[in-house]
């Protein structure tokens, strides 16, 4: 029996490769349009190919990721200095995975958490889907129960322009507070709505975790929720 490729056997994924997946998604849709183009112009049969290699991280040819430097080299970012930075940065990334910090809630009821530049990465997290996030943090408490558990890790994206989607869960920083919320459209522009998914504990005819308004330009780090990783049940 073959057993050289046993199902969760860990792929030695080179450099070349990951350089060629970082160096794709800065030029699709610049240097070229969709797979077919870029397949073609490095002699690949089908653009399938080029699917195998970002998609399942199958390894590239040396010589391959030559000729997609070359043929792009007036669209791949210069100065040097600030490619190479980001490039390893990138590599580290897909490389090691997101750094995972291990925060703790300080308060119950309105969740408070520690500053995570306090902190050190405890580990980090790998897994497809996930190469676009900042860091990992866990979730301590019920505010957001079902949709995050207690004890669940997630997966953030760091939102520079605090462009907020309606609806959707972030991790916030905001005065002194720091919390996971579903963010809903508020009364006027300036604000949104901090919705809790628990909606079933309260305290005596209140919501124990009643909504409440934020001023958007209070929102220091504003964090998307891309993805979560429940803890298991045995």
Partial sequence: MDT???????KTVRPETLEFIILYTQLKGKAFQNNAQLAEALGYNSASTITEIVKSRQN?????LKAFKDIYRDFIDTPKSKENTEVITERKKLVEGIPMYEIIATATGVEVYNDINDTQPVGHMNFPGIEDCDFA???WGHSMYPYLENGCWVALKIIHDKKILPGEVYYIEWGDYRMYKRLLVGDSPDEVIAHSDNVTEMIGSRLKYAPFPIKIAEI???CLVKDIHKKHNH
């Fill in 220 to 222: 220091k780090k504003l």
């Fill in 137 to 139: 943090l866990p979730v």
């Fill in 4 to 10: 050289s490729s046993k199902p969760g056997k860990i």
């Fill in 60 to 64: 590239i040819d040396i010589e391959k």
